[in-house]
């Protein structure tokens, strides 16, 4: 019965729809974080290889396309964590300029290594060089009830949160009710990944 129930799409759905952000109310900002996370380094063509939350980086630049934001942040360290010398940012930025993304419209945070330290490493260059520009802050819609703990304590304001590669589905047929998924099933461990992460982060942050 429990594997039914934790198998079952509509159930999970329910769960993940409930915790999941919703779309903000834009406005215009002048930086828009991207947390990192969203790709790996490909050592066959020695370029960027996105993931499953590629989406995190692909929804900034429709942003930056719509003028929502002026400039891109791209937050994150080692996208391989056997080669230190590879960061994500240093990847994802050089993707940005291939598509046409002008230098002066990308920022690089290369030393974070989770949320926190994206946070506060991001604070520290937008107080130094971009100070009373509005922040708006892309990632997963399940990662951001995290990011929005942490950011808003470290930037002591309250940030707008853009959410990316949702994972909930908002229409069902009858195969969800019924039948059981192996996707469904494998979304738990990501889920208490993010639950767990997020209590001990409330400590952490204070």
Not at 22 to 45: A, C, M, Q
Not at 121 to 149: C, D, E, F, G, M
Not at 163 to 192: E, Q, R, V, Y
């Amino acid at each position: 019965m429990a594997l039914f129930v934790f198998s079952n799409t509509f159930f999970v759905c329910s769960i993940l729809n409930g915790y999941e952000a919703k779309y903000p109310k834009l406005e215009t900002y002048g930086v828009g974080i991207v947390l990192g996370g969203f790709s790996d380094f490909n050592p066959r063509n020695k370029s960027i290889a996105f993931n499953a939350s590629g989406d995190r980086l692909f929804q900034a630049i429709k942003l930056y396309k719509d003028g929502v934001i002026q400039k891109i942040l791209i937050a994150s360290g080692n996208a391989n964590l056997l080669d230190d010398k590879v960061k994500e940012a240093a990847l994802a930025s050089a993707y940005l300029r291939h598509i046409g993304i002008p230098d002066s419209a990308i920022i690089v945070e290369n030393n974070s290594r989770n949320t926190i330290e994206n946070a506060k490493n991001s604070a520290s260059l937008i107080s130094k060089s971009y100070v009373n520009q509005k922040v708006i802050v892309i990632t997963s819609a399940w990662h951001i009830p995290r990011a929005r703990l942490i950011f808003d304590k470290t930037f002591a304001t309250k940030l707008t949160y853009y959410p990316s590669n949702f994972l909930g589905k908002t229409s069902f047929d009858l195969s969800d009710f019924i039948i059981p998924s192996a996707a469904a099933l494998s979304t738990w461990p990501m889920l208490f990944k993010e639950w767990v992460g997020l209590m001990v982060d409330r400590w952490r942050v204070g």
